[in-house]
């Protein structure tokens, strides 16, 4: 039958590996509900506090552990029979703590909270058994374990001079998240612009599209031939077809052969402008008043005699272009 009431802190395994954690955490939890002296010897503590503490400290053990135990209702006996089975912990853990004191570097470990969980795990189980280490053994430990391409910074550590290890981890932690953002800057290239939001300019293309959508109609149908396609009738401006048969598009206007101005312009007698947005240069126009007018001969003979003997053709336009500036 599993427990009713929630237990506290994790019970002791019937292979006894949790021991120096359980015995930690059953001393402080007694001594929280006032019942610590239960487990002293020479105690004088009443039936009441005894039962009380009997009852924790079973409630905190295995099934196998508290059946092994069940004629013991002394706390004091209980706790001195379960030291007695699981005290030799400290004389196996502690090698193993030593060896990994031992192998521990910083260099091996990607983050300062990693390798400070396992600094401070090894360090526990070690004072657990009785070792002491002091602030200036953690203090060298990671100062001298730093890699070789960290050897100014851990010169200035060292230059520092940390009586606390807690000092040297705050100087790490500041050192590790300056660095991150620096990591960060220096992915962007120097002189460009942030990546701009992917739902911004999602939202900028859906107006530009809305916005064009035409509202006119075209009825005509054109007789030219489109770029993109023939049709008439409802379209937006971005669709260029047009031209003869139905469809959608925008219709092009029939264009007319000759310009529609069918006057001719009084200075210059061209029909592509009207006069007062001739701009032919006066020179021209003079020119055209003084010699247009003239009627133009339409067969020009040349009288060659026979004894001429020049073979020079005469020039017709033998007239100087000064001639017509008079």
């Not at 010169?155 to 998240?177: F, G, I, N, P």
Request: net charge positive; hydrophobic share 30%.
């Amino acid at each position: 039958m599993s427990n009713i009431q929630k237990v506290e802190f994790e019970a002791l395994k019937v292979s006894g590996e949790n021991y120096l954690e359980w015995a930690l955490d059953t001393r402080i939890f007694l001594n929280s509900k006032g019942l610590g002296e239960c487990i002293k010897a020479d105690n004088t503590a009443s039936d009441k506090d005894r039962s009380q503490a009997i009852f924790h400290i079973r409630h905190h053990l295995a099934a196998s552990l508290k059946q092994q135990y069940l004629t013991l209702e002394n706390p004091l006996e209980l706790w001195v029979a379960l030291k007695k089975r699981y005290d030799h912990q400290k004389t196996v853990l502690l090698p193993q703590a030593k060896f990994d004191w031992k192998e521990l570097r910083f260099q091996d470990y990607k983050s300062v909270d990693d390798y400070n969980s396992e600094l401070f795990r090894i360090v526990s189980i070690m004072k657990l058994c009785g070792e002491e280490v002091s602030d200036n053994d953690l203090l060298e430990k990671t100062l001298s374990t730093f890699h070789t391409q960290n050897i100014v910074l851990q010169q200035q550590y060292c230059a520092m001079k940390h009586t606390l290890y807690e000092d040297l981890l705050s100087c790490l932690l500041l050192a590790e998240k300056n660095n991150d953002l620096l990591m960060r800057n220096s992915a962007q290239p120097p002189g460009s612009a942030p990546v701009p939001d992917s739902r911004k300019e999602s939202y900028n293309v859906q107006r530009d599209r809305s916005s064009d959508r035409g509202h006119g109609h075209g009825n005509g149908r054109g007789n030219g031939r489109g770029k993109r396609g023939r049709g008439n009738g409802r379209g937006n401006r971005h669709n260029l077809s047009y031209g003869s048969g139905k469809g959608r598009g925008i219709s092009k206007p029939n264009r007319p052969a000759h310009p529609t101005n069918q006057s001719a312009c009084t200075r210059c007698r061209m029909f592509n402008h009207w006069t007062k947005n001739c701009r032919t240069p006066k020179l021209h126009c003079d020119l055209y008043q003084k010699h247009g007018k003239a009627p133009a001969e339409a067969n020009m003979a040349q009288q060659v005699d026979a004894n001429d003997t020049t073979t020079e053709p005469t020039d017709l336009m033998d007239y100087e272009t000064s001639d017509l500036l008079d």
